[in-house]
């Protein structure tokens, strides 16, 4: 190929990959993000932080202990609080009253509601309370299957097993979320090899 | 047909359906890192953009993977491109580097700017002879068959007068 050549070939390319760029820029003009995307990189920073300070610490610790030091609360990414709560209908209060911390209120309005989202943030809500036995049996449901939140499912119910000190379940899924694209991978790993070192 | 054959066969719809379906994964993913969400989007693009040319060049038969863990590999591995473009420090021993090319890693010099705004101004018939030949790597057998030309000769005189008319193009604009 001589020089000429290459120079076309570089020309062309670019041009095609230029259209492809633009294509891609249009579906996200025409795909505006369904949820905030700010809370979910919050959350994945401060658990990554949480589990990377843990780890920097090397010590050998209890499940409570390690429950402790990888639980981080998961935000709420229905409808985050903002300087508009006005705005927010009924049912999107009840999500705001789990992130400010009003958990009896969150728990009376979530049973009453019938989605996996409900139940998850219900579930959530039962961990921030302390419930680690109505936390799990909640998580440990066929109906998140498939939904958007079932590698978080997975990854708190085996966090609330571990604090049950079911070691053994709790390793169980942290294997099975191994091996998965979960956001949090490098937390399930860390999590896996501190169970390992106790 | 499958997503990973529509993908293969240059489908461009199926390309936006896969870039939509995995972008919220991918933000969330790659926000570990310190780029800001605009660069992040477009690292993305990027890494759609490399995963589809080696699709449809065939060249990931032999991967075992989900086309999502590897289009993940890619994003990564061009966010630390970019670390290493912007002297960002990262620890790259710890971090495998593979073989993917960065889709826009050279400056545009000013000859291939010249080029390229003179190829949008060919003739669609020599746009689609030059694209297939430069850009999708066809050889020109399979460019006969795929333009029913009549034979190799006729689309050779083509691609000649194609090439000449551009070279054409590029000195009235130069």
New interface residues.
Partial sequence: MDKDDEIIKKAIVRNERLKLKKLLAEEDELAEPKKPWWPYATAAAVLCIAAFSYWMLNETETQADLYAAYYQKYPNVVSPLTRSEESATEKEKLYQDYEKGDYALAISGLEALDSDTASFYLALTYLETQDYQKAESMLDSQAFSGSAFELYVKWYRALALLKMEQENEAILLLNELKTKDFPLAENVQLLLKDLKAK | MKQIDLLKSGD?LA??AF??EH???F???G??YDLD?EEL?DVY??A??VL?EKLKAGKLEDVNS?L??YL?GIGKNLIFKRFKQKAKVVDLDTVEITSFED??K?D??L???R??AA??KLGGQCQEV??LF??EEKSLDEIVSILTYKDKNVLKSQKSRC?KQ??DLVKQNG
């Fill in positions: 461009q390309l936006k870039y939509g972008k919220s994964a933000l969330f993913f926000n570990r969400r989007i693009q990027d759609c953009i589809f989900s999502k863990t993940f889709p826009f050279d545009e010099t000859e291939e700017k080029m390229r190829f949008v030059l694209r430069y850009y090439l551009l070279k």
